[in-house]
T-cell receptor
Framework: EAGVAQSPRYKIIEKRQSVAFWCNPI?????LYWYQQILGQGPKLLIQ????????DSQLPKDRFSAERLKGVDSTLKIQPAKLEDSAVYLC????????????FGQGTRLTVV | GESVGLHLPTLSVQEGDNSIINCAYS??????FIWYKQESGKGPQFIID?????DKRQGQRVTVLLNKTVKHLSLQIAATQPGDSAVYFC??????????FGTGTKLQVIP
């Protein structure tokens, strides 16, 4: 079974530039998550999709972050404009529908803002 | 707000010994708990889970214990191996599958 695919693996940008990350979840997984993981910390949920609808985006900085999941499959996360504090690993995960189901994570995209 | 935290940031264990990683949670409404292992440069990997109506669950070399009275969760790894070296996160979920992670414990296995 193919895992969660993310790209790019690494990205370096200057502050105030924009950047986009892509995620392809496991086939058949209705739920998709984007997490931000700052070095030395646990992942923090940014946004959760159920199919192509948003379930939770309470911790998404909506003035600069946006995410979409068109057609309920692939998803993109965008940051515009980026700030230094956005430097982190951005993890995508997916799971089957249903409470308490296991989430599978991609390898993440390491973003460095300089 | 509600949080999930860990008692020890780093744990060093001799190879072959048992490891115990502890976690405290504060959301009494949590009904599902998960332990994840994260190796350097990789995303978190599911290890074992437990529902709030259980107090113990065993997997291969791992056991999770849940004490709802004191809101405490622990992960026990038997016969710790070098490949177990990683950061371990406990996480909890309530409704809508929202998963909240703690800050992690780094397990170092000494050969």
């Amino acid at each position: 079974e193919a895992g969660v695919a993310q790209s790019p693996r690494y990205k370096i940008i200057e502050k105030r530039q924009s950047v986009a990350f892509w995620c392809n979840p496991i086939s058949g997984h209705a739920t998709l998550y984007w997490y931000q993981q700052i070095l030395g910390q646990g992942p923090k949920l940014l946004i959760q999709f159920q199919n192509n609808g948003v379930v939770d985006d309470s911790q998404l900085p909506k003035d600069r972050f946006s995410a979409e999941r068109l057609k309920g499959v692939d998803s993109t996360l965008k940051i515009q404009p980026a700030k230094l504090e956005d430097s982190a690993v951005y993890l995508c995960a997916s799971s089957l529908t249903g409470t308490g189901t296991e989430a599978f994570f991609g390898q993440g995209t390491r973003l460095t803002v300089v | 707000g509600e949080s999930v935290g860990l008692h020890l940031p780093t744990l060093s264990v001799q190879e072959g010994d048992n490891s115990i990683i502890n976690c405290a949670y504060s959301n009494s409404a949590s009904d599902y708990f998960i332990w994840y292992k994260q190796e350097s440069g990789k995303g978190p990997q599911f290890i074992i889970d437990i529902r709030s109506n259980m107090d113990k669950r065993q997997g291969q070399r791992v056991t999770v214990l849940l004490n709802k009275t004191v809101k405490h969760l622990s992960l026990q790894i038997a016969a710790t191996q070098p490949g177990d070296s990683a950061v371990y996160f406990c996480a909890e979920t309530g409704g809508y599958q929202k998963v909240t992670f703690g800050t992690g414990t780094k397990l170092q296995v000494i050969p």
